[in-house]
């Protein structure tokens, strides 16, 4: 088959399984590197999901703490009150 410039180009039937065999073994070394990939993976999946209970704590204990100084807003007219009558 000859392109606009005359030129011919021809793949042999041993090309196309030299090409076939090269990217076989391309296709193992990828299945051979995916079980580290995999654990490295599950490593950061790990450490996202310690730092997510971390994050989740820290939320917690500010909640708590502005929770308690409201309730030390709202008693403390109370306290004020009873530290003038005395």
């Known amino acids: 088959m000859a392109d606009e410039h005359g030129l011919v180009v021809k793949v042999s039937i ?3 399984f030299e090409e076939q065999v090269a ?3 391309v296709l193992q070394t990828i299945a051979e590197s ?3 990939t995999a654990k ?3 490593e950061v999946d790990a450490k996202i999901h310690d730092h997510e209970v971390r994050m989740r704590t820290l939320e ?3 909640w708590q703490s ?3 100084f409201g309730l030390l807003a709202a ?3 109370w ?3 009873l530290v003038r009558v005395t």
């Open 14 to 16: 041993r090309d196309i």
């Open 23 to 25: 990217q076989g073994k």
């Open 34 to 36: 995916l079980p580290t």
């Open 40 to 42: 490295r993976f599950e």
């Open 60 to 62: 917690r204990r500010v």
């Open 66 to 68: 502005i929770g308690a």
């Open 75 to 77: 008693v403390m007219p």
């Open 79 to 81: 306290v004020v009150s």
